[in-house]
């Protein structure tokens, strides 16, 4: 059975109430043997391609209506569950805008969650591009958005093929990316995550808790390095070793790197800090690039699909699929 629930402004206008019966399987701690199914890169890149094809997803545009249309259509495809939550937030210009965050749940009635969350919304201003006649130019955000975007879309069509035992949601957060030109040299508020930060404080279900998040930050380029941040490891050090040992154990020890990264101020922050679930953020750092910090075009024009690469989509997809299914 498919719903299609609308969470406008925070208010429920269809309820959803736990249903009576428990799956009996659920919480089973026998050692099944669990078949992880094969994460398909070529689609995940496709679903990059697609999102980067609406132009940036800047909220107030069409690019980014039109793009929440396809999500929302993607996710009623593969989800039990869709909330569109809509929400409005105050940009450090002191404008209200209005966003979408996007949730797509499965077995939603299953007390044990696992949330799996990416950024949609695209940066307005490319204010680390090399030519400052750009800074103000709105990016295409191949890697900064939809990379994590288009690897939970492929792991929602593979959960809707084969059901994990475990009940995932998928939020995809608005208005992450509208923090200050960095030429403004305004610091100290939190400008950035602002669907993330509404999400926390108003979730999609009341009371909603999962044992543990994981928050997808730029996923999609060529020789990707996903060192360990340190935000996760502050609040969330077990799941950070659980995912990099798995990733190690997958032979991905190419991107998942056994090192230390600098603290960003990124969604699962507030993740953590606001709504109490333990959260990691997989974000491609690298200290090497002429940013200092992150993946080289970050909030750059620069970040176009040439940057994504098959090969990275397919090492994270593969080794959240395998947390997800062994999870128990
Ligand atoms: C800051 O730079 C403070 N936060 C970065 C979070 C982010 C932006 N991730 C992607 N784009
Ligand atoms: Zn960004």
Redesign the pocket.
């Known amino acids: 059975m498919k719903k299609f629930l609308f969470v406008l402004l925070g208010l429920t206008v269809l309820g959803c109430g736990n249903p009576k019966t428990k799956k009996t399987s659920e919480n089973n701690s026998e050692k099944k043997s669990i078949s992880i199914p094969v994460f398909n890169a070529d689609s995940a890149y496709s679903y990059t391609a697609k999102q980067v094809s609406f132009g940036p997803r800047v909220p107030g545009t069409k690019a980014h209506e039109e793009c929440a249309n396809w999500l929302v259509q993607k996710l009623s495809g593969f989800s039990d569950t869709v909330f569109v939550q809509k929400f409005k937030a105050r940009t450090y210009d002191n404008v209200v805008r209005q966003g979408k965050n996007i949730i797509g749940s499965f077995h939603p009635e299953y007390q044990n969650r696992i949330l799996l969350m990416a950024h949609w919304d695209s940066?307005p201003f490319a204010d680390h591009d090399k030519d400052p006649a750009k800074h103000r130019t709105p990016i295409d955000a191949a890697n900064?958005g939809a990379s994590g975007v288009s690897v939970l879309l492929e792991m929602a069509r593979q959960f809707h093929k084969q059901n994990p035992d475990v009940g995932v949601d998928i939020v995809l957060f608005d208005l992450?990316?509208w923090?200050p030109p960095s030429d403004l040299n305004l610091s100290g508020e939190n400008y950035?995550g602002l669907g993330s930060q509404y999400w926390a404080k108003n979730p999609h279900v009341p009371g909603y808790t999962a044992v543990f998040g994981i928050l997808l930050?730029?996923v999609g380029a060529k020789d990707a390095t996903f060192t360990k941040e340190y935000f996760s490891r502050q609040y969330a050090r077990y799941y950070v070793d659980l995912v990099w040992n798995k990733a190690f154990s997958m032979g991905y020890d190419n991107y998942f790197i056994d090192r230390d990264g600098y603290p960003?101020?990124?969604d699962h922050k507030f993740v953590n800090e606001i709504a109490g679930i333990p959260s990691i953020d997989i974000i491609h750092l690298d200290t090497e690039s002429s940013n200092g910090t992150f993946y080289e075009y970050w909030h750059t024009t620069g970040d176009t699909m040439d940057k994504i690469d098959k090969n990275t989509l397919k090492a994270v997809g593969q080794v959240l699929l395998t947390v997800v299914y062994q999870f128990q």
């Open positions: 940066r900064d992450e990316d923090g950035w930050d730029m960003i101020d990124d």
